[in-house]
């Protein structure tokens, strides 16, 4: 036993207390998983919005990834960087301004896949709700889009600083899409998880997807734990895929357990507006998967109507409530815009 307790103090040593710990998540607990960041109070998808998750207690950041000319992976929640970025005030990128379809939707706007890294990276974040979040506009022009390199660089880096795991929950956007120009998310994903060592199924690392296919492949090629996202309504945009009211039946969650760790389901396929609980968890547990819904946020906007103070739509309502509700539901896990008030509900929940 001495020696055991010897050779954890020498790992620790040689290679800093996050070495020891990175792989050892909270598995006891929900883990609270940072929404595109703390991004209720900085502007999504920025390092600094991630950092402020991190001193606020989230277990995981969530970039949601998209790719760059050049191949790399960058944090943005969609190819099209109109309403998150300034690029629209720089003239030299004027004629990269057009018009796509991206899974049936036609879109106008700046895509990611039409610029190189070194380009992107002259641009600037900004607010995507200026009107529901309007102290995070004071940060409009501040802070550069993170490459994935980059929040997994955080990540270790913070959880070194602060002796316990970060991990990184990446979601792939527009799989299908960004395969269909030649420019695929997953083998460049791998490669940075490899990179970091997190290629493990003990990484503290998910990978989600709203799309079937490029899941399955990912099962054949990573240990990394893969989260089948679902919507309360439509399907997946990959073809021939059920629609996520059939995935979310048992026989539709026994076929996800072949191929993924758990679900994330929109918040309202746990518990209904009205606050009924559904039978989404029981069945989800019935088969081994883990249950993370999304998105928890403060705003009156985007709480159900008996939770919300007042009637401004910014205002803030009761939104630790709400997650108290799915967690006496039996959630392992969930999204949150504002994982200050994720840590509080789960760990009043957990006491
Ligand atoms: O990934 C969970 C949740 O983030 C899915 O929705 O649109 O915010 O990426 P979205
Ligand atoms: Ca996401």
New binding site residues.
Partial sequence: MAGMWRAALALIMVAGPAAAKETIMPAAKPIVIA??GASGERPEHTLASYTLAIEQGADFI?P?LVMTKDGELVAR?ENNIADTTDVASHAEFKDRKTTKTIDGVKMTGWFTEDFTLAELKTLRAKERLPLLRRGNTQYDGQFEVPTLREVIALAKSAAVTRGRPVGIYP?T?HPSYFASIGLPLEAKLLVELKAAGWDRADAPVFI?S?EVNNLKALSKQTKVRLIQ?LDAEGGPADKAQPSYAAMITPAGLKEIATYAAGI?PAKVMVVTNDGAVTPLVADAHASGLKVHP??FRAENFFLPAGLRSGINPAGHGRLEEEISRHLAAGVDGF?TDYPYHGVQARDRHSR
């Fill in positions: 929404h595109r969530e949601d929640h979601e956007k989600q709203f996202l994330g999304w998105t999204f």
